[in-house]
């Protein structure tokens, strides 16, 4: 009796799933890409985002494009781009305001007739049904089940790609696994770094906060650390548009002690008074706002505090959310506020101000942290360093990326003579390089029906070049495109013809090949990026 009622339970609820031909998870920007181009080839398609907003950091913040060399983008990626573009009558937008790009995001997906269903987060555990390699089913956690013939992992942390147990792994791998020069643990950098020597200790002989007490590690060696993330703010200077910055509720001064240290030592570096771009990126974006990103050693970026993300439990993942508003909220605040601030810099970052018109319904507060990098997939495939700077063309090319190598920092220890240091950041200029379709790809034993264009296989240095928001919608276009080609030619997403595939994409617009200006006209990425407001290459 109990069998049979358990076999009707499972019938019934096998019943009330809903069906489509392909099953996106994750809203970020190569999601919602990756669904429309499925939407556009013919697919029945939902989109799952667990928040209530569509296209990750492209909607969250991030307004200054990483595009690298902007002839690279191409396909439906560029599309987005002139899509925002004709919001301010112009033939393209890379830099734009976060609820522009937001609308451009909605009216892609609704124009390819995708199904979009908000507040759809993957159930914690079991929530994902295989038969054998095949992928079934998902379930969310209001019990919602959605079977697909294919399923795509678009999600910045990879949570579906790890339930259908795929290999992936987090952190940095050694020199020695992938033979990369630029892997491990690093030398220091020339830039966002201690350039002066200040005591990682207070009077008493305790460590300062927002210092890991933990030692750096050899150079070179592998570790499970992972680069800082950071709120991408959305300020703005227009009197009528501008909010206070917000006091956070278990708001110390003294988190900021070695900031506050920072101040005279940098200022008399420098021979100059304090500034704003001292200490972060201002961006200016339409209509009076900037994107405020990372610059210098003690900023936006929150150090040290992302490396349990990737493998933490969502309530883990919550609290490190929350860590992360109430430190960005904490060091806005200290600046506007606390009497060791040098007074001209105070006074400029009083200018500014959380924009009204922005996040209006999360407290004008960004609805995506930059998740820069969590778990990587492990395919039969991964990319390293050599496939970004010596072999840069391949057999299955889907696209094209070309921004550095840079990753952000990683740590900040305390060196053997007690001062302060941080660690991890690169940022190494690339000339463009073919993207293969094989880095979406788990290996065919672990997944056949599963694509994966953003938590892809790749090596944490080549990660660091490939996690830019326009890559991102390069390869989930080819996501998309060959989700329906797998559908259409019955097979697994390993065995399609990757040649159509390349060839589809290359129809639409998508650019493989690269040609390097006349030398009177090439400016390398390194040396026009530091012409940039003092760090345009750090994103």
């Known amino acids: 009796m109990i069998p049979r009622l358990a076999a009707v339970l499972a019938f019934a609820a096998t019943a009330l799933a809903a069906n489509f031909d392909v099953v996106v998870y994750g809203g970020t920007s190569g999601g919602v890409i990756a669904a429309v181009a499925a939407g556009r080839e013919g697919a029945r398609v939902v989109l799952l985002e667990p928040g209530r907003h569509l296209g990750g950091m492209t909607t969250g913040g991030l307004g200054r494009t990483d595009h690298g060399r902007k002839e690279v983008v191409g396909g439906y990626s ?29 009216e ?200 349990d993300y990737p493998e933490a439990s969502y309530a883990r993942r919550a609290a490190i959310w929350q860590d992360h508003v109430e430190y960005t909220q904490g060091f806005y605040y200290f600046l506007a506020h606390d009497p060791s601030v040098p007074k001209g810099l105070q006074q400029e970052v009083n200018r500014w101000g959380l924009s009204k018109d922005e996040f209006a319904d999360n407290a004008n507060w960004p609805y995506q942290l930059y998740v820069r990098e969590a778990r990587r997939m492990v395919g039969d495939f991964v990319m390293t360093q050599q496939d970004v700077q010596t072999e840069r063309t391949k057999r299955d090319v889907i696209g094209m990326g070309s921004y550095n190598s840079d990753s952000h920092n990683v740590q900040r220890f305390v060196e053997p003579d007690g001062t302060v240091q941080n660690e991890g950041n690169m940022e190494v200029p690339v000339e463009p390089y073919q993207i293969p379709y094989r880095i979406m790809l788990p290996k065919p034993t672990e997944a056949s029906n599963l694509l994966v264009p953003v938590c892809v296989s790749a090596s944490h240095v080549t990660y660091s070049t490939v996690r830019m928001e326009p890559v991102y919608m390069i390869m989930g276009q080819a996501a998309g495109v060959a989700a329906k080609m797998a559908l259409a030619g019955k097979t697994t997403v390993q065995k399609i013809d990757t040649g159509s595939l390349s060839a589809t994409l290359r129809a639409q617009g998508a650019i493989f090949h690269w040609h390097r200006p006349a030398a009177s006209n090439l400016v390398p990425q390194s040396s026009f990026a530091l012409s940039l407001s003092q760090a345009a290459i750090e994103r």
Not at 81 to 100: I, L, M, N, S, T
Not at 121 to 141: D, F, P, T, W, Y
Not at 173 to 197: C, M, N, T, W
């Open 78 to 106: 560029l599309e987005f781009y002139q899509r925002v573009g004709k919001k301010y009558g112009q033939p393209v937008a890379w830099d734009f305001e976060p609820h522009v790009a937001e609308q451009v995001m909605n």
């Open 108 to 307: 892609m997906a609704a124009g390819a007739k995708v199904d979009v269903r908000f507040g759809r987060r993957l159930r914690e555990n079991n929530g994902v049904v295989k038969k054998g390699a095949q992928v079934v089913e998902i379930v969310m956690e209001n019990g919602e089940r959605y079977r697909g013939k294919i399923f795509i992992d678009s999600s910045y942390e990879g949570d579906l790609m790890a339930q259908a147990k795929v290999s992936y792994t987090w952190g940095r791998e050694g020199i020695s696994q992938y033979g990369e020069s630029l892997a491990g643990v690093r030398p220091k950098d020339r830039a966002h770094q201690f350039d002066v020597k200040i005591s990682a200790y207070d009077t008493g002989g305790k460590l300062l906060p927002e210092i890991q007490t933990g030692p750096r590690g050899e150079l070179g060696q592998a570790d499970r650390k992972v680069q800082a993330y950071n709120f991408r703010m959305c300020l703005t200077d227009d009197p009528a548009n501008r909010l206070p910055y917000p006091k956070p509720a278990n708001y110390n001064p003294k988190r900021y002690e070695l900031l506050a240290r920072l101040f005279p030592a940098l200022e008399t570096l420098k021979g100059r008074p304090l500034v704003m771009r001292d200490f972060m990126i201002t961006s200016a974006m339409p209509n009076r706002k900037t994107d405020m990103n990372n610059y210098g050693p003690f900023s936006t970026d929150y150090i040290g505090r992302s490396w």
